[in-house]
C-alpha cells in the first residue's frame, strides 16, 4: 500500500521528534458553539503551553509530559466571545506507567493525565463522551484541535484554537503504542498540515453523523523527512489512543471525584 513506506521511514523521523507542543496549517475556530466549548489550553506558571480535552464538568484529559514542571497549573478556556479565562488545577492523576524525563522516542510509558478543576467549567462547556472513543485505523481521516503555534519559531501565534485534518498512516510500537497520523497530500515527505509545540493533549477526534469523538491525545510530532535542518513540526503527529487505556481513565476519573488538592499518581 501507498502508506507502507511512510511507516518504514519513520526511524529517520523518530531522532526529530519532540513533544507535540500548535496546528500546523489550521483552520482558527471562530463558532461559538463549535469545539472552543471542548477543548483547552493547559498551562503552568513557569509559562509551559499545552492542550486539552474537555471530559467531564471539572475533568480534562491532556497528556502526561506537560505536567512534569513544578509548577502551578491552570486551564485556560475561550468563552462564547473568545476571551480567555483561566480556572486553577486543584488535582492531577498521571498514567503510573509514564516516567517523567524521557524522550518520546524513549517513553517506556502512557502519555496521558488527567487533570481535576478548582470548579466545573459551567453550562457553556460540553465534555465531550467517552463512551463514543473508538479506534482509529490506517487510511481513517482525523481532526487534531490545539492551541500551539504555527510554525516552529513563531511562538507569538500560540494561544489561538485551531484545528487541521489528518490522514492516520498505521501505528508505531516502541514501547508503548501510538497511532500516526500525517497530511494526505504531503505524507511526510515534504513539511504540511500537523500537530506543533503548544498541541500535545490536544484532542484527536473522529466524526459520525451525530458530530466528533475524542478518540486520541496528541502526544509528539516531528518534522518531515524533507527538511531544512532539524524540526518538530509539519511531519508526523503522534496519538495515543484512549480504546487501549480506557480502564485507567475510567480509575482516573472515579479517584479524581471529590478530591481535594492533591496530586496522584494513582
Request: hydrophobic share 45%; glycine share 12%; net charge positive.
Amino acid at each position: 500500500m501507498r502508506f507502507q513506506p511512510l511507516i518504514g521511514a519513520t526511524a529517520a523521523l523518530l531522532s526529530f521528534m519532540l513533544p507535540a507542543h500548535a496546528v500546523i496549517q489550521g483552520t482558527p475556530l471562530r463558532d461559538p458553539n463549535g469545539l472552543r466549548r471542548s477543548v483547552v489550553a493547559v498551562e503552568n506558571n513557569s509559562g509551559e503551553l499545552c492542550s486539552g480535552a474537555v471530559v467531564g464538568p471539572d475533568l480534562v484529559l491532556t497528556a502526561a509530559h506537560c505536567l512534569t514542571d513544578r509548577a502551578a497549573y491552570r486551564v485556560v478556556v475561550a468563552g462564547r466571545s473568545f476571551k480567555m479565562q483561566a480556572v486553577n488545577v486543584a488535582a492531577a492523576a498521571i498514567h503510573p506507567t509514564f516516567v517523567a524525563g524521557t524522550t518520546p522516542r524513549t517513553q517506556p510509558g502512557v502519555d496521558l493525565a488527567l487533570l481535576k478543576l478548582e470548579r466545573p467549567l459551567g453550562a457553556d462547556f460540553i465534555p465531550f463522551d467517552l463512551s463514543r472513543a473508538g479506534n482509529v485505523g490506517e487510511g481513517d481521516t482525523v481532526t487534531i484541535v490545539g492551541f500551539g503555534v504555527l510554525a516552529e519559531k513563531a511562538n507569538k501565534s500560540a494561544r489561538t484554537l485551531r484545528q487541521t485534518e489528518l490522514l492516520a498512516v498505521g501505528t508505531v510500537q516502541i514501547a508503548n503504542r501510538v497511532v500516526i497520523a500525517t497530511d494526505r497530500g504531503r505524507l511526510a515527505e515534504t513539511a504540511g498540515a500537523g500537530a506543533c509545540r503548544g498541541d500535545s493533549g490536544g484532542p484527536v477526534l473522529t466524526r459520525s453523523h451525530v458530530g466528533y469523538h475524542l478518540s486520541g491525545i496528541i502526544s509528539w510530532s516531528s518534522g518531515a523527512l524533507r527538511t531544512n535542518g532539524p524540526s518538530a513540526c509539519g511531519g508526523l503527529t503522534a496519538m495515543t489512543s484512549l480504546t487501549d487505556h480506557m480502564g485507567w481513565i475510567r480509575q482516573a476519573m472515579g479517584s479524581l471525584d471529590g478530591l481535594g488538592t492533591a496530586w496522584s499518581k494513582r
